[in-house]
């Protein structure tokens, strides 16, 4: 049931986004006919009211009325500018149309994320009401998987997975979760969620690439990139910290503030020799013993 709540949320997000403003009367005629509507029934004005609570408290959207022109999203500006927000119901919003026109599945092509669909609305749901969640987890690394009570911080989309941020009890310190296969199970938890004071997810992560947490501190990282990737590279930054500092015929520096964690050096290596490290030598030294034991796996 959380799941058809959650889906239908995002679906009253973006028709009521699409629309500009609508009458409750017409949403609700929009919704008997949705495939997602599995029962058929009407929109009753009690549930209506009762999804828009929870949208705000989910979502911290706003559904307001016009007596003349209806309902609107009131603050549309600030969803606009949060673009980790409006990516997030941008991709939920295409998981609905797609489950709403099965027969263009085909000719719609997208990156699967796996089993984010499935523990998604628990874990969120389980955030917007401060609780905790009881979670079996079994990692890479481990025979067999493990159960305890969660408290989850915040969500992140990174490499066509999603993470949960949080902390087990009787830990000290937040860890990482896939919301993949090694997540078994993930079911609601009576016990109230205990999120630290002034806790905010976009700082917690600032300081990285990815999802790899490290104890370091952040430090200046300087890439030389060639011409022909430089434009690339500027339109989709590796990081919010990133500046383009140089920029000649042959070749852009790029300027970054943060913690050089293995996943950021793997990306680094991804573009191949397109990318050459600059700073700091730390770096530059592991991205050189990468590319000696790659020279020697290739027996050259």
């Given amino acids: 049931m959380a799941k058809n709540y959650f889906n239908r949320y995002v679906w009253l997000i973006d028709t009521i986004n699409r ?5 409750r009367k ?15 029934e009407e929109l009753y004005e009690r549930t209506f009211h009762n999804h828009r609570e929870a949208i705000l408290d ?18 549309s500006d600030d969803l606009e500018g949060d673009g980790i927000r409006q990516w997030l119901l941008e991709s939920l919003s295409m998981n609905n149309l797609l489950n709403e026109s099965s027969d263009m599945r085909d000719r719609i092509l997208f990156e699967k994320i796996p089993s984010s669909q499935k523990w998604l609305p628990v874990i969120v749901n389980a955030m917007r009401d ?11 690394w481990k025979d067999e998987p493990s159960t305890f009570i969660l408290h989850p911080y915040c969500l992140k989309l990174f490499k066509q997975r999603w993470y949960v941020l949080g902390r087990g009890d009787g830990y000290d310190d937040p860890w990482i979760y896939a919301l993949d296969e090694r ?27 990815g999802v ?3 104890d370091r501190k952040p430090t200046p990282v300087k890439i030389k990139v060639v011409s022909d990737q430089v434009r690339y590279i500027d339109s989709l930054p590796l990081h919010d910290t990133q500046k383009l500092i140089e920029e000649t ?12 964690t293995y996943d950021f050096r793997q990306e680094l290596l991804s573009h191949g020799p397109d990318v050459e490290v600059l700073e700091p030598k730390e770096l530059r030294d592991e991205i050189k013993a990468d590319i000696a034991l790659m020279y020697k796996n290739y027996g050259l």
């Fill in 26 to 40: 017409e949403l609700s005629d929009l919704w008997e006919d949705s495939p997602l509507n599995e029962t058929g």
């Fill in 130 to 140: 401060k609780m905790t969640v009881e979670v079996t987890y079994q990692s890479f």
């Fill in 183 to 209: 997540m078994k199970n993930v079911i609601p938890h009576k016990k109230a969620l205990k999120l630290p004071a002034k806790f905010n997810a976009a700082e917690f992560f600032g300081k990285y690439f």
């Fill in 212 to 214: 790899i947490l490290d």
């Fill in 58 to 75: 989910t979502f911290g959207i706003e559904i307001k009325c016009d007596r003349s022109l209806g309902y609107y999203i009131a603050n």
């Fill in 19 to 23: 629309h500009g403003h609508i009458s």
């Fill in 249 to 260: 015929p042959e070749y852009g520096i790029f300027e970054y503030y943060l913690v050089p």
